[in-house]
């Protein structure tokens, strides 16, 4: 499992473009028949990606975590970017689309990954928080899931917010996750931008070409940096942190939240004019 730890938001002002990367990017989020996580010690999420191709592949506690299986003290949140695939939870087998999500609470000890097809393999995204309750296992498609619309063309960022693991959808201790869909000839995610003292989040982007970038504007609010971004790559934002990107043309990227509340709309807006 991959170490990141948390850092006073003075240090990043000093950071060259490699460091800014290499304590904020996580570049390989999938990797066949692998499972790669990150373990972020800002709230402590853990995110990452399982691709199973021709193995089924299960989900152990490492000593990073000092548990007898992940989920003991943890809850969870998956949502397939990929190909076909299946979700085996203590026996129970969930079948899982392109853009199918799933919630898995506290307690579960058993958690396998496998393809439907190696030529198409699942790619199941993964965000992981601490929890303090048990909460039933939900799964969540993209139809069941709440959207939001906002944005216009004029600005460049029209989009739709698909929550997933949301209070309008299920239970959870922290964990909030959804999926942002921009639509064609539209740039721009959350712009303008925000923070929220209260909670970091995590972004991953895809649906993106092999020439595509995205821009991601992270930094406090009068000192912003930027990290360039390819197409299934992740970014850690700080409660003390913007996060915002504009792409080379339109993308998909999947945010994950936790801290202390899950009011989505508990957010400290940035006006243009003090962005620097």
Known sequence: ??????????????????ELREH?????????????????????IIFGGAMPVNETLKLTAGKEMGVDFFLERREMGVINVGGEGTIILDGEEFEMKSQDGIYIGMGIKEITFKS???????????????????????????????PVHLGDETNLNKRTIYQYVHPNVCKSCQLLMG?????PNNA???????????RMEVYFYFDMQEDTRVFH????????????????????????????G???SNYTFIWGMCGENQTFN???????????
């Open 266 to 276: 508990d957010m400290d807006h940035v006006a243009m004019s003090d962005l620097k």
């Open 1 to 18: 499992m991959n170490i990141r730890y948390a850092n006073h938001p003075n240090d990043s002002k000093k950071y060259t473009t490699e």
């Open 217 to 244: 504007f992270m930094g406090e609010v009068n000192e912003t940096r930027h990290i360039v971004m390819k197409n299934e790559q992740a970014t850690i934002s700080p409660s003390w942190s913007i996060h915002s």
């Open 116 to 146: 439907k097809d190696s030529l198409n393999p699942a790619k199941f995204y993964i965000n992981s928080v601490p929890a303090h309750k048990s909460y039933p296992i939900v799964k969540i498609d993209i139809n069941n899931a709440n």
């Open 188 to 198: 721009w995610n959350t712009m303008p931008c925000h923070t929220h003292e209260r």
């Open 246 to 248: 504009v792409g080379t």
């Open 24 to 44: 904020y990017l996580v570049e390989e989020i999938f990797s066949k028949d692998n499972i790669c996580l990150t373990y972020s010690h800002v709230d402590r």
């Open 179 to 183: 999926l942002t869909k921009l639509e």
